[in-house]
């Protein structure tokens, strides 16, 4: 459902996260924490991180502070909205002595609004939802959470040197997934900016419908196709799509591997961050009256005990762990969930230790198309 957009300013954006809040949600946005912007609990647009920008590179994020009075001058931070929907720990049943009947948990936090979303965001939800909902992977906390969400996208006017959206076609607008969609028209040095806002749902027209704002004119509209178009021009990265599942599964034993596992830490920052990695350990535990308790946990592909079948792990060099982690993004992911795994954040390429660039994994990948290693193991899955 999409209507006419209106033009607010920043105290209907404060009446905006209010009559969230006053409608029992719980909201998230972006705020400034340990040097990051993260999505922390906000009761107004006080807390959102008003006149930061952030500048990323491979392993490199840091903050400064322009003046400005616009509150998404940034691009994404490292934590996305997977955390809120889908935990990163969480008790799945319990069962108690004597009868160790075994009990569900239910999931019983409140809905979650988030203010500021980001388009990569949505397109991230998306993804996790083709393993989460229908998938084999299917996770009643992540259904119920991302199904009672309230999203309100804020359009990246700002995206990070690491940034590939573009090329994966999940940004810099978003066309659809949202309840409201904000574009942050930019005030001159220190004057407020304007938010052109527009429905997505009929809770999202609701919510608008209360607010004062002025109707959206052309000249409105136009301003933001000149935003998004200037965005898209400086996304500091891409990827060649062309073909790219094929030319991955035919380059198993391509050498770049063995060159990108002398540089990989197998630290895992590059899963933990992804807003699409759904991988996760079931762990039993008993405490001393005998409870026990079955925890999902997030795993990650880069850790060797995360392999390990009956006897030992399947995937025993960082090579061939790093090779399931991006081959299963960009090739084995569109034949279980027809579409790409991956949705152009870059956060793996910022929060990576060692500044592993997969944009250019990739293209080394498609410039050394056909070459075979030679190392024990090259065939190694
Ligand atoms: S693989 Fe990297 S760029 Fe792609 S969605 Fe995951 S973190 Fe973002
Ligand atoms: S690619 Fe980077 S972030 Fe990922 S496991 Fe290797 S060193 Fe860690």
Redesign the pocket.
């Known amino acids: 459902m999409m209507s006419a957009g209106v033009v607010i300013g920043p105290d209907e954006l404060e009446q905006l996260v209010k009559a969230l809040l006053a409608r029992g949600y719980r909201a998230l946005g972006p705020v400034v924490r340990d040097g990051a912007i993260i999505l922390g609990e906000v009761e107004g647009t006080a807390e959102l991180p008003k006149g930061w920008q952030d500048n990323q590179a491979p392993g490199s994020y840091s903050l400064n502070q322009t003046g400005s009075h616009n509150l998404f001058d940034w691009a994404v931070g490292p934590q996305s909205v997977k955390a809120e929907v889908f935990p990163p720990r969480s008790t799945i049943w319990t069962a108690k002595p004597p009868g160790y009947v075994v009990e569900e948990v239910p999931d019983e936090a409140a809905p979650v609004a988030v203010i500021g979303a980001r388009p990569?965001d949505l397109a991230?939800l998306d993804v996790l939802g083709r393993a989460l909902v229908n998938g084999s992977a299917a996770d009643p906390t992540f259904q119920r959470r991302s199904g009672g969400a309230f999203l309100v996208v804020a359009e990246c006017t700002h995206p990070a040197n690491t940034c590939?959206c573009v090329s994966?076609g999940t940004g810099p607008g978003a066309s659809h997934g949202f309840d409201v969609r904000l574009t942050e028209l930019p005030g001159a040095g220190t004057e407020d900016p304007r938010y052109l806002a527009l429905a997505g749902t009929r809770q999202g027209r609701e919510l608008l419908d209360g607010l004062p704002g002025r109707p959206a004119q052309p000249a409105d509209e136009a301003e933001r196709v000149n935003l998004l178009a200037r965005a898209a021009s400086r996304m500091g990265r891409s990827v060649d799509n062309a073909g790219l599942p094929e030319l991955l599964a035919r380059n198993l034993s391509n050498p770049r591997w063995d060159d990108v596992a002398e540089r990989c830490l197998a630290c895992g920052n590059?899963t933990a961050?992804?807003?699409?990695?759904f991988c996760a350990n079931f762990e039993d535990t008993t405490d001393l009256q005998g409870t026990v308790r079955r925890q999902r946990t997030w795993a990650s592909c880069s850790d060797l005990a995360h392999s390990y079948v009956h006897g030992g792990p399947v995937r025993s060099s960082i090579k061939s762990r790093y090779r399931q982690w991006a081959t299963h993004?960009f090739s084995w992911w569109w034949d279980q969930f027809g579409t790409s795994?991956?949705?152009?954040?870059?956060?793996?390429?910022t929060w990576c230790p060692a500044g592993i660039d997969?944009t250019e994994e990739i293209a080394a990948l498609r410039a050394s198309d056909g070459a075979a290693s030679t190392t024990k193991g090259a065939g190694e899955r």
């Open positions: 990569c991230g590939f994966m590059c961050v992804c807003p699409t990695c993004k795994g991956c949705i152009g954040c870059g956060r793996c390429i997969i």
